[in-house]
């Protein structure tokens, strides 16, 4: 009976052995699955920090260019405003003379206001 007692000491020493080696795997497991995933959720913010910060240089990029653009839009606007008031202020005193005569004589009667003088 002693070898029978043996092999079934030496059956139930193999059977807790594997239950002790199933658990450590299964942690271990457990344990590789958490890092992997600590891991993936760093990837995940580096990825999403990195696209966050090209985001945001690519729109202080187009900030950039559209500020440059009204720039230009409003230096050229300026231009042609101040070369369209120096147009009129050179004809200001004959485009008045015309449509005071248009307005208010006979057609054949031209006002001169100098023609006294």
Do not use: G, W
């Amino acid at each position: 009976m002693n070898e029978i007692d043996d092999v079934i000491k030496n059956v139930i020493h193999i059977d807790k052995s594997a239950c002790e080696q199933r658990r450590k795997v299964k942690d271990q497991l457990r344990q590789r699955e958490e890092e992997v995933n600590s891991q993936i959720d760093n990837l995940k913010k580096t990825i999403i920090d990195d696209k966050k910060k090209q985001l945001k240089e690519t729109e202080e990029k187009e900030i950039k260019k559209a500020e440059e653009e009204e720039s230009s839009i409003t230096k050229e606007a300026n231009t042609k405003c101040n070369e369209m008031e120096a147009v009129f202020q050179k004809n200001k005193k004959s485009f008045t003379e015309e449509m005071f005569n248009k307005i208010f004589l006979d057609k054949n009667t031209v006002y001169n206001p100098n023609k006294d003088r």
